[in-house]
């Protein structure tokens, strides 16, 4: 397919899963990539893993040199976009040029999310590569870190941090870390991997100030004091909709798009940590800040942008790594699903299936990919599975799932 130009905005997986998808699809157009760090397209989740960890960077790079050069593809680094144009498409970009553009894809992704006196030298947020750089340099052997918020990322900069020598006190504001998102009785679990490593976790304590007093930082908890070299804060993201807004899209917790990545302008699309979009296969909108859904969602995005009729309905899923373990999640449970735990919470590998009735709608599992894989086929076909095998962690789930479709 040849056409004038595609304006991919953001400069992260979105855009570089989408450049590389049109190429394939046969897309000859012009390609441009826009992006407001000075890095080309890179992953982001080795920067709380192995490239905060070790400064491995191998893999880490999404658009090398050499393939968007034999790709034609135009990579622009250091340009932040600041419109696009609802008369004809143009992105308008900071140095007062314009990009003329047939369709334009927003990936923008999401930022960090502050606390209020939380900040100043010595305070980290993770987001960007610059910012792995900078803790990595500060994750010294010895040094007291301070780790604000016991969601997934606070588990894996705590784990890089204990690679690194560190001693880490993980403050987790609710009474157990990870509940919002697995649950308690699984957050609980999680929880004793980050203790079993030598982790100080304390929960129902609150950040309310840092303040520097000579060499040393004074967190200010709802608990009381607690001293440390380093704090991080992982505490959520914001979707960066500013670009969406000022553009005159339809913006509600995130940038709204349908099931094809379409935004509410024509020849406008969005993919990624700041589309909050419609899954069909859970009949309500979603913003996911997933890798994989970020990859699944720009390929999706960049076949809709060419005019095929697909559309993103995949169950959502994502990986962790910290402290020797790996964790998985697969699709989304409801508040009043019933759990059904494979293996023992306590040791070992283990995996939480979450059922609606007889049909699995999500599952968690440490150490345990391949439940994972099959959770997967069980929420996509909505193969019934009885609770006694799921359960039974001697029974294979892959030939119970054949004998069951």
Request: proline residues 3%; charged residues 25%; negative net charge.
């Amino acid at each position: 397919m040849s056409a004038g130009a595609f304006v991919l905005v953001g400069g992260g997986q979105v855009a570089a899963v989408a450049a590389r998808t049109l190429r394939r699809r046969g897309y000859d157009g012009r390609i441009v990539v826009v992006g407001e760090e000075p890095h080309r397209p890179y992953q982001r989740p080795p920067l709380s893993k192995e490239y905060l960890s070790a400064g491995d960077d191998s893999g880490l790079v999404l658009l090398p040199e050499q393939w968007t050069e034999d790709n034609d593809v135009e990579v622009r680094t250091g340009t932040r976009a600041l419109k696009v144009s609802a008369a004809d498409g143009a992105v308008l970009v900071d140095d007062g040029s314009s990009i003329a553009a047939d369709a334009v894809l927003l990936g923008t992704g999401a930022r960090a999310r502050r606390l209020p006196g939380v900040d100043g030298e010595g305070v980290f947020h993770l987001r960007f590569r610059d910012e792995a750089d900078a803790l990595r340099d500060a994750l010294v052997p010895g040094a007291r870190v301070v780790m604000v918020g016991g969601g997934f990322i606070g588990g894996e900069v705590a784990s890089s941090a204990v690679d690194r020598g560190a001693h880490v006190t993980l403050l987790e504001a609710g009474p157990v870390p990870l509940a919002m998102a697995i649950g308690p009785r699984l957050g609980a679990a999680c929880a004793r991997l980050q203790q079993d490593a030598g982790v100080d976790v304390r929960v129902d304590t609150a950040v309310q100030t840092v303040t520097r007093t000579g060499g040393r930082l004074v967190v200010a908890t709802t608990r009381g004091d607690v001293e440390a070299d380093v704090v991080v804060v992982g505490v959520g993201a914001v979707p960066n909709t500013e670009l969406a807004v000022d553009s005159g899209l339809d913006v509600d917790g995130g940038v709204l798009v349908d099931e094809r990545c379409r935004t509410s302008q024509d020849r406008v699309f969005a993919a990624g940590d700041v589309a909050h979009h419609v899954h069909p296969g859970l009949g309500r909108r979603v913003r996911v800040e997933h890798f994989d859904n970020a990859s699944r969602q720009a390929a999706v995005a960049a076949r809709s942008m060419l005019g095929e009729d697909v559309v993103y309905d995949e169950p959502h899923w994502f990986w962790s790594d910290q402290f020797g373990h790996n964790l998985q999640h697969v699709g989304h449970a409801h508040a009043d699903d019933r759990m059904v735990v494979r293996g023992d919470l306590a040791e070992g590998a283990w995996t939480a299936f979450f059922l609606a009735g007889d049909r699995v709608t999500a599952a968690f599992a440490v150490d345990a990919g391949e439940d994972i894989a099959v959770a997967r086929e069980l929420i996509t076909t909505g193969v019934a599975v009885p609770d006694a095998v799921l359960a039974d962690r001697e029974a294979d789930l892959f030939e119970a799932l054949e004998g069951l479709a």
